[in-house]
Nanobody, 122 residues
Framework: QVHLVESGGGLVQAGGRLTLACNASGDTLCISATAMAWYRQAPGKERELVADITSGGAPYYTDSVKDRFTIARDNAKNTLYLTMNSLKPEDTAVYFC??????????????WGKGALVNVSS
């Protein structure tokens, strides 16, 4: 079992900056060698991938956040980060941390945090 807990959400003005953190606990070795990701879900919309990062640190960003958001992970601290710059009202959403287990007992199982609300005012 892996537990993911997001923190760092809040209210920010357009153009501002926030950093989200996702702390993993439990069987963290089960996710240390797999990619981790940030998703978001805006009101009335489907959940979408924002960014992911491999165990080796290679990032991927969806087009709408490229050059504004930075994903990073610290495996020693079992923490995933998302630094969001130049925030726009359309970035308003609940942001979720995601990981997949590669341990035999729960191989391929998706783990999600409960989410952190980011509210960008215009």
């Amino acid at each position: 079992q892996v537990h993911l807990v997001e923190s760092g959400g809040g209210l920010v003005q357009a153009g501002g900056r926030l950093t989200l953190a996702c702390n993993a606990s439990g069987d963290t070795l089960c996710i240390s060698a797999t990619a981790m990701a940030w998703y978001r879900q805006a009101p009335g919309k489907e959940r979408e991938l924002v960014a992911d990062i491999t165990s080796g640190g290679a990032p991927y960003y969806t087009d709408s956040v490229k050059d504004r958001f930075t994903i990073a992970r610290d495996n020693a601290k079992n923490t995933l980060y998302l630094t969001m710059n130049s925030l726009k009202p359309e970035d308003t959403a609940v942001y979720f941390c995601h990981a997949v287990s590669n341990c035999p007992l729960d191989y391929g199982m998706d783990y999600w945090g409960k989410g952190a609300l980011v509210n960008v005012s215009s």
